[in-house]
């Protein structure tokens, strides 16, 4: 995989955990020891605005991508180079997907694992 | 400075804190005085609907705000079925408390932003509860 590729991957990654934010963050400030369980109940009970943002965040994320890319091509002399729309648009899709399941996987299976070892453990 | 360096330093930060945190309750719980007995006399049993619970970790949230909330002696906080009411599943909660120092009222108002309602609430004599499901299919 290339530098440019791994980048926008990292991007999927972080968009995964902006939205699964809502559910591992009240587990982080309880293992932490800085909020209780009545503190942290609004950051549970917000999770659509945790998914729009991640998702908002991921789209902006993705234009920036597509321009720099263009800017690169364009920047390189004769003008003859045209960006490769299907190779981007692929890459886009892969982190998307990334995003997806890392997201699926953090919420359905690392919260449920860790909820009841945090609390029990830790508050 | 170097991204990986930095990152291995949080990490390390991160399980200091974590670790020191455990070693610290371990040694609370190993030192705490057994609990005073429940009068079972003010008893009362309360079940309750709890709207907007998204997550795994909500349950385990909400079931822990009452039981921070004083004169609650045993809670079970989860989901049941997977009937969906305003994209969220419902969730149910059973409290036992001492009548005399807590109220149902407090106990909702101890759960929001979660909106919580009366089933149903009567006395009893017992503060065992069957653990709820924290668990729901997709």
């Given at each position: 995989m290339k530098n440019d590729d791994k980048t926008f991957f990292k991007i999927g990654v972080l968009g995964a955990f902006l939205a699964s934010l809502c559910c591992i963050g009240p587990l982080i400030l309880i293992a932490l020891g800085v909020g209780t369980a009545s503190s942290v109940l609004s950051i549970g009970y917000n999770k659509p605005y945790f998914l729009i943002g991640a998702l908002l965040f991921f789209i902006v994320a993705a234009v920036f991508y597509i321009r720099k890319k263009n800017k690169a091509v364009c920047d390189?002399?004769?003008?003859?180079q045209k960006l490769d729309k299907k190779k981007v648009a692929v890459q886009i899709f892969i982190a998307l997907c990334a995003m997806v399941v890392l997201y699926l996987l953090l919420t359905f299976v690392l919260v449920p694992f860790l909820a009841p070892l945090v609390y029990k453990y830790l508050y | 400075m170097n991204k990986k360096l930095l990152l291995i330093i949080i990490l390390l930060v991160l399980v200091g804190v974590i670790g020191f945190r455990l070693a610290v309750k371990n040694n609370e719980s190993s030192n705490a005085v057994q609990k005073v007995a429940v009068d079972t006399k003010n008893l009362h049993h309360l079940a309750m609907k709890i709207d907007?619970?998204?997550?795994?970790?909500c349950p385990y949230n909400v079931e822990n705000a009452l039981k921070d909330t004083p004169g609650v002696v045993n809670v079970t906080v989860g989901f049941v079925g997977k009937e969906i009411i305003n994209g969220t599943v419902e969730g149910r909660g059973e409290v036992v408390y001492d009548a005399t120092k807590t109220n149902p009222d407090k106990m909702l108002q101890a759960i929001l932003p979660y909106k919580g309602a009366v089933v149903n609430d009567e006395a009893t004599t017992s503060t065992e509860l069957a653990p709820l499901s924290k668990t729901f299919g997709l």
């Open positions: 390189c002399g004769d003008g003859t | 907007g619970m998204y997550c795994a970790s």
